[in-house]
């Protein structure tokens, strides 16, 4: 995943935009 193409947010620093990384195989998210 090219993490440059991901846009920072709307309404930066209010609203901004965030991804978090699984392994694949990893224990689920809650």
Not at 3 to 20: F, M, Q, R, T, Y
Request: hydrophobic share 35%; net charge negative; no cysteine.
């Amino acid at each position: 995943m090219d993490l440059s193409h991901i846009p920072v947010g709307e309404n930066p620093p209010h609203e901004v935009n965030v991804v978090i990384e699984i392994p694949q195989g990893g224990a689920p998210v809650k």
